[in-house]
Nanobody, 115 residues
Framework: QVQLVESGGGLVQPGGSLRLSCAASGFTFSLYTMSWYRRAPGKERELVASVTSTGVRTNYADSVKGRFTISRDNAKNTVYLQMNSLKPEDTAVYYC????????WGQGTQVTVSS
């Protein structure tokens, strides 16, 4: 059974940091490109960051470049999103996504940036 379980969300003040984790199981994690998406209230889901299967290449939305870092540990079947200098506009539900021949989604974790 495929599972993507996100954790690490919460409430943080502007300028603060959070680290999201996504633990994967049920598929060959090391063969999949992993991504983080987010959906803010009233907005469409958007790609935040992605990392290739080997971790060599990463891609970021312009809105998070220089503030967020995606990484993965294939030995632990886990992908991370380090979020620094958080802004209120980063408030959203963050979703983990895995893609190769198939695509899988996690259930999401809420990130709220507010004073």
């Amino acid at each position: 059974q495929v599972q993507l379980v996100e954790s690490g969300g919460g409430l943080v003040q502007p300028g603060g940091s959070l680290r999201l984790s996504c633990a994967a199981s049920g598929f060959t994690f090391s063969l999949y490109t992993m991504s983080w998406y987010r959906r803010a209230p009233g907005k469409e889901r958007e790609l935040v960051a992605s990392v290739t299967s080997t971790g060599v290449r990463t891609n970021y939305a312009d809105s998070v470049k220089g503030r967020f870092t995606i990484s993965r540990d294939n030995a632990k079947n886990t992908v991370y999103l380090q979020m620094n200098s958080l802004k209120p506009e980063d408030t959203a539900v963050y979703y983990c996504h895995a893609v190769n021949s198939m695509g899988y989604w996690g259930q999401g974790t809420q990130v709220t940036v507010s004073s």
